[in-house]
């Protein structure tokens, strides 16, 4: 019987643009000409996308996730490489992961059943968010934006963990904190290699509520509840 449902928070209980150029602000840029770099707002962002597939990349093939101030920094170090030194200092690249969040986020909307999943499920499961994110605070925050914080007894992020998903040791690491057998819980999320394959590889029941493509029926949160129970 499952006793723990964790959910993955991004697509999944949240409806969001994955773009890491959001249309609300363009911080790099902002970034950039208060250190004093002369660059358009278009090299800006190609450097910054640069500096995220470059770190993106390297921690999709070690499963070692990377964070937002290490993504700012070598966007850092691209404007230096490009245009000569560039003087910025901790809390530099800080107000930069800052107000790129504060747009990145700008549009992001509660997906549709969430709370009813949730107030349903919390009944008589212990829920969890287990999310990939550059950020530890991010999901928290949108959680208490959302008013879907008080559902759940955790929050997991790939950047504190040190590991993201599908990387087994993330859902080790989950199932040893609440000290369950992979028999007992269950994953929600809409991205399949991270929220199906990984889960089910570890021992867990998984339901997809991603975008429908063949072989890959998705549920809607909905029917969460009822899939969980049955």
Known sequence: ????????????????????????????????????????????????????????????RTG?????????????????????????????LQRLVTEYLDAWTAGIRLAAFATECLEDLARDHSLSVVSNTHDADLVPR????????????????????????????????????????????AFVGDNWAADVEGPIAAGMAAFYVGVPSPGRLPSTLAEIPGLVRR
């Open 1 to 60: 019987m499952i006793s723990h449902v964790y959910f993955d928070f991004f697509g999944t209980l949240v409806d969001y643009d994955p773009s890491v150029l959001p249309d609300a602000a363009n911080a790099p840029h902002d970034f950039a000409v208060r250190a004093g770099v002369d660059i358009s707002p278009t090299e800006a962002s190609e450097w910054w996308q640069q500096a995220w597939i470059e770190l993106d990349t390297e921690a999709d």
């Open 64 to 92: 070692r996730e990377c964070s937002m101030l290490e993504i700012a920094a070598r966007y850092a170090e691209l404007l230096t490489d490009g245009t000569g030194a560039v003087d910025v200092s901790d809390a530099d």
């Open 142 to 185: 949108m959680m208490r934006r959302f008013g879907i914080e008080q559902y759940f007894s955790q929050v997991f992020t790939s950047v504190d963990l040190g590991w993201r998903k599908p990387h087994p040791e993330i859902f080790a690491t989950v199932l040893r904190h609440h000290g369950i057998p992979a028999g007992q819980a």
